[in-house]
Nanobody, 125 residues
């Protein structure tokens, strides 16, 4: 199994940028599809982005497309989420997740096996 820990959250003004990082340990990192999800208070956990095991494919939620970029470095066991042009509606706890079925790229939270504790992102208007 793999353990993931998020970092990089914080408070930013609308229009600003933040970069989230997810550090993985344990199993071979390159065997996992990696994803980012977010959950705002009183709402369901939403898909943000996912990246295939070799970074060859990425997948984004409609609300973040063209603003967020997911990347990974298998040598450093790290996944990054670069968030630009942030909006107040991006405010949420952001979670990193790992899917051991590395051959697929999925937006379903239930498909992911391992989750971090989350990092808070707050965008002020």
């Amino acid at each position: 199994q793999v353990r993931v820990v998020e970092s990089g959250g914080g408070l930013v003004q609308a229009g600003g940028s933040l970069r989230l990082s997810c550090a993985a340990s344990g199993d071979t990192f390159s065997r996992y599809t990696m994803g980012w999800f977010r959950q705002a208070p009183g709402k369901e956990r939403d898909f943000v982005a996912a990246i295939s095991w070799n970074a060859g494919n990425t997948y984004y939620g409609d609300s973040v497309k063209d603003r967020f970029t997911i990347s990974r470095d298998n040598a450093k066991n790290t996944v990054l989420l670069q968030m630009n042009i942030l909006k107040p509606e991006d405010t949420a706890v952001y979670y990193c997740a790992a899917d051991r079925n590395y051959w697929r790229l999925t937006s379903r939270a239930d498909d992911y096996d391992y989750w971090g504790q989350g990092t808070q992102v707050t965008v002020s208007s």
